[in-house]
């Protein structure tokens, strides 16, 4: 079992953070991402399951099931995806007013390298961390327009 975990701080308010980062409509075909849905339960209930296409650095299918969600809080959920499984909790911190703190730690569970010819572990490291810059950037256009004047 491999394990990582980092943060990043976003200039954002935190409910607009957390607002972007569930949002799969906004991640659909783009980034990493191809196609995107939920395919059992409500959006982001304890038990709902999201498929989820990723495009980057190869074309792969991932299951996610959702095992904890507090909004403006935490996201907790199980990936399947090739023979590895993994486990991650992000949490989101409001570290000013208009400063958000989001962190991730990941476990991941299950070989895959010898198939693919490398280490699968650094690549989903890699990815994730691409995937939190793409909502970082996100969150700031965003936080700017909302402070722009009409």
């Not at 939920?38 to 074309?59: A, C, D, M, N, Y």
């Not at 299951?63 to 907790?76: G, I, P």
Request: include cysteine; hydrophobic fraction near 45%.
């Amino acid at each position: 079992m491999q394990s990582f975990a980092f943060e990043v701080a976003v200039r954002c308010p935190l409910e607009l953070v957390f607002k972007i980062y569930i949002d799969i409509d906004r991640w659909r075909h783009r980034s990493i991402f191809g196609e995107m849905r939920w395919v059992k339960g409500s959006p982001w209930q304890e038990g709902s399951r999201l498929t989820i296409e990723t495009r980057v650095p190869f074309r792969s299918m991932v299951d996610q099931v959702v095992q904890h969600f507090t909004a403006n809080e935490s996201v907790n959920y199980l990936s399947h995806v090739l023979a590895i499984t993994t486990e991650t909790w992000v949490t989101f911190h409001r570290d000013a007013a208009d400063e958000t703190i989001i962190r991730v730690r990941m476990q991941i569970v299950g070989k895959l390298s010898r198939a693919l010819g490398f280490a699968i572990e650094p690549v989903i490291l890699k990815t994730t961390k691409r995937f939190l810059e793409d909502v970082c950037r996100d969150c700031e256009a965003a936080a700017k327009d909302a402070s722009a004047p009409p």
